[in-house]
């Protein structure tokens, strides 16, 4: 069995690959990073360190590793004929990988099982974004014949997977927890068989759970973290006055999430402690700029503060910790970061309705819209 892996970073060799693997595909990393790319090609095995309590080391092996910008025609070859194609590259990036796989798709052998892709993106329905991009790649009458080729799956994966030292090479280190949860119904007979992953038939429960309670946790440290001058997630945890705030946040989100999914509230009041857990988890060398990343993203329309955020208000439900968060978010300022300089220019250019528009997608008539102008308006002043 083979599975080829776009995306060799943090969660792809410490989460995604690793599965994989134990479930008996050869892997095929495929990756813009040529550096990275030569070095799991001269690698036999790499070893994925879990910190924190019942850690172990895994190793990983019998990869092969391709450069996806250079030796284009030769991953169009290995995808032909693979069984699984998974994604971690970011959700803004679908859309350059998706040619790739409609070539593929084209050259594929029509008696073959149906290529199994499934993006692995802190997104909701990130797998449907890339399949309509594969989609867009093709000709309209084209997509007739290549659809049956493939099974397009939507999931969901959580395990922190910090920014890795560059004295680990590709060694990866992460935290222990992990899971993935992957839509069964667009498969069918044809479900893949990787037994890390749990396969359920609604996956909007399982993505927006862990979504607005995972990564609005995470983000919410993240920026009051960042506005405190603390550099590490486990220290911005251990902060009374950041703690308190990502406990306020997700009391926002889990009063929503039960209420729109019926999710036991003592189970989710559970799952968010375990989550607080492994935030603070002294021996992830996670950092606030890594988990703040790319705030524009994470302040979209249906992203970890304004989805949930919108909800509440459109609901009547309390969201005053979530939008003393995103003015927190507003503060982020790191010049590496590309989005966080462009935050700072619409800041610095834009009124507050039209920041407001431009970067949440809330149209102005939406309940939410006004109190986020009324955040924006301060941060301006
Ligand atoms: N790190 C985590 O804790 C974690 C956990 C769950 C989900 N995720 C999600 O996984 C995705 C990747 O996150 P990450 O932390 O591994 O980031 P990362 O930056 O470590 O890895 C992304 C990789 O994608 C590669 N890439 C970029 N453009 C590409 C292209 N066109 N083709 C092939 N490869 C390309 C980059 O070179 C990089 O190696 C994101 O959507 C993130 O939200 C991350
Ligand atoms: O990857 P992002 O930028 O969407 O979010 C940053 C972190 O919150 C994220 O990577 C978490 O570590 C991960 O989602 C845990 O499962």
């Known amino acids: 069995m083979k599975a080829v892996h776009f995306g060799a970073g943090n969660i792809g060799r410490g989460f995604v690959g690793l599965l994989l693997h134990d479930a008996g595909y050869e892997v095929v990393f495929a990756d813009v990073n040529a550096e990275l790319i030569d070095q799991l090609d001269a690698a036999p095995s790499y070893d994925v360190h879990e910190v924190g309590e019942g850690g172990q080391i895994r190793t990983v092996t019998g990869f092969r590793a391709i450069n996806s910008a250079s030796a284009e025609n030769e991953l169009i070859s290995e995808i032909q004929t693979a069984d699984v194609v998974t994604t971690a590259v970011g959700p803004n990036i679908l859309r350059f990988v998706a040619p790739v796989i409609a070539r593929a798709l084209a050259l594929r052998d029509s008696g073959l099982a149906p290529l199994a892709v499934m993006a692995c993106e802190n997104a909701i329905n990130a797998t449907d974004v890339l399949k309509t991009e594969v989609q867009a790649s093709v000709a309209p009458d084209e997509w007739e014949a290549l659809s049956p080729r493939a099974i397009f799956a939507n999931t969901a994966v959580d395990r922190i997977v910090p920014g890795q030292a560059a004295s680990a090479g590709i060694d990866v280190t992460v935290e222990t927890f992990y899971e993935w949860v992957i839509e069964s119904g667009p498969f069918g007979e044809n479900t893949p068989d990787i037994p890390g992953a749990t396969f359920v038939d609604a ?127 507003l503060r982020f300022d790191v010049a590496d970061d590309e989005q966080s300089a462009e935050m700072r220019r619409m800041l610095a250019e834009l009124d507050a309705p039209a920041f407001v528009e431009q970067v949440t997608g809330l149209a102005p008539e939406h309940p939410l819209f006004g109190e986020i102008v009324g955040i924006v308006s301060t941060a301006l002043a």
Do not use: C, W
């Open 203 to 329: 996956l909007g429960p399982y993505i927006e759970r862990k979504l607005f309670t995972v990564n609005t946790g995470h983000a919410t440290a993240a920026y009051y973290g960042f506005a405190a001058g603390i550099e590490k997630i486990s220290d911005a945890l251990a902060d009374t006055a950041v703690s308190d705030a990502v406990r306020s946040v997700l009391e926002e989100t889990s009063a929503l999430l039960v209420a729109k999914h019926g999710i036991d509230a003592e189970a989710q009041a559970a799952y968010r402690e375990k989550i607080l857990g492994r935030f603070a988890n002294p021996h992830l060398p996670d950092t606030v700029q890594r988990v703040g990343r790319q705030p524009l993203r994470k302040l979209s329309r249906h992203e970890r503060f304004i989805g949930p955020a919108a909800e509440l208000a459109e609901r009547g439900m309390g969201h005053s910790a979530l939008l003393d968060a995103i003015a927190q978010a």
